[in-house]
C-alpha cells in the first residue's frame, strides 16, 4: 500500500498562476483533508471532504477551491496564487474510525 | 472553538536522558482525543501515540508515554532513553467528532545532543 501520495513535491508559480495539487489514497478511507504549514503556526486546515460527494471550509479556506474526484482522489486548487500561499500543504485521510489521520509527504510550493 | 498551545518552541535532551513536550488545551466537550505527531526533516507526518479523553489510563508506546490530566486540560508527551533519531518537530493535535477535524499546536522542535 502507498498510503497517501501527493504530486508534486516541489512547485514554483508566479503570482495570478494556477496549479493543482492531487491527492490520492489506497486506504480506502472515507474522509480527507488539505492543510496547509507554515513557520510557527503549525498545520491549518483549509478543507475537508467527511465522504465522496461532499466538501467543507477549514480553518483558512480562501484562495482555494478543492474537488473530491471520487473516494480515492481529493485535489486542491489555487486559482490565482498569490505569495502568501507559500506555504507547505499536506493531504490527509482518515476512515471508520476518523480521529487517526494518515498524511502525505507534502508539497512545498513558492510563490514569488 | 479548540485551541491546542504548546509552550516551548524548542526543547533539548542529552541522548540517553529522558525529556517532557507540554501541551495543553481547551474545549467544552467530553468526548475527544488527543494526539502527539512527529515531523522529522523528511517532513513527513508521523503518529506517535494516541489517548482517548475517555480512557484514564496514560498511553504507551514504547519509549514514548502521555501523562493525560483531563480536569487541568493538559496533555504532555514524555520521550525516556532519547535516541538521535529523536530529533524532530513535535506537533499536539486535538479531535472532536463534532467539528470532524484535528486541531495542531505550533510545534516543540526537540533537538537530541551526543
Known amino acids: 500500500n502507498a498510503g497517501v501520495t501527493q504530486t508534486p513535491k516541489f512547485q514554483v508559480l508566479k503570482t495570478g498562476q494556477s496549479m493543482t495539487l492531487q491527492c490520492a489514497q489506497d486506504?480506502?478511507?472515507?474522509?480527507m483533508y488539505w492543510y496547509r504549514q507554515d513557520p510557527g503556526m503549525g498545520l491549518r486546515l483549509i478543507y475537508y471532504s467527511a465522504s465522496e460527494g461532499t466538501t467543507d471550509k477549514g480553518e483558512v479556506p480562501n484562495g482555494y477551491n478543492v474537488s473530491r474526484l471520487n473516494k480515492r482522489e481529493f485535489s486542491l486548487r489555487l486559482e490565482s496564487a498569490a505569495p502568501s500561499q507559500t506555504s507547505v500543504y499536506f493531504c490527509?485521510?482518515?476512515?471508520?474510525?476518523?480521529?487517526?489521520?494518515?498524511f502525505g509527504p507534502g508539497t512545498r510550493l513558492t510563490v514569488l | 472553538a479548540q485551541t491546542v498551545t504548546q509552550s516551548q518552541p524548542e526543547m533539548s535532551v542529552q541522548e540517553a536522558e529522558t525529556v517532557t513536550l507540554s501541551c495543553t488545551y481547551d474545549t467544552s466537550e467530553s468526548d475527544y482525543y488527543l494526539f502527539w505527531y512527529k515531523q522529522p526533516p523528511s517532513r513527513q507526518m508521523i503518529l506517535v501515540i494516541r489517548?482517548?479523553?475517555?480512557?484514564?489510563q496514560n498511553a504507551t508506546e514504547n519509549r514514548f508515554s502521555v501523562n493525560f490530566q483531563k480536569a487541568a486540560k493538559s496533555f504532555s508527551l514524555k520521550i525516556s532513553d532519547s535516541q538521535l533519531g529523536d530529533a524532530a518537530m513535535y506537533f499536539c493535535a486535538f479531535y472532536t467528532g463534532t467539528a470532524s477535524k484535528l486541531t495542531f499546536g505550533t510545534g516543540t522542535r526537540l533537538q537530541v545532543t551526543l
Open positions: 489517548q482517548e479523553a475517555y480512557k484514564q
Open positions: 490527509a485521510s482518515s476512515g471508520l474510525m476518523d480521529n487517526e489521520q494518515f
Open positions: 486506504m480506502n478511507h472515507n474522509s
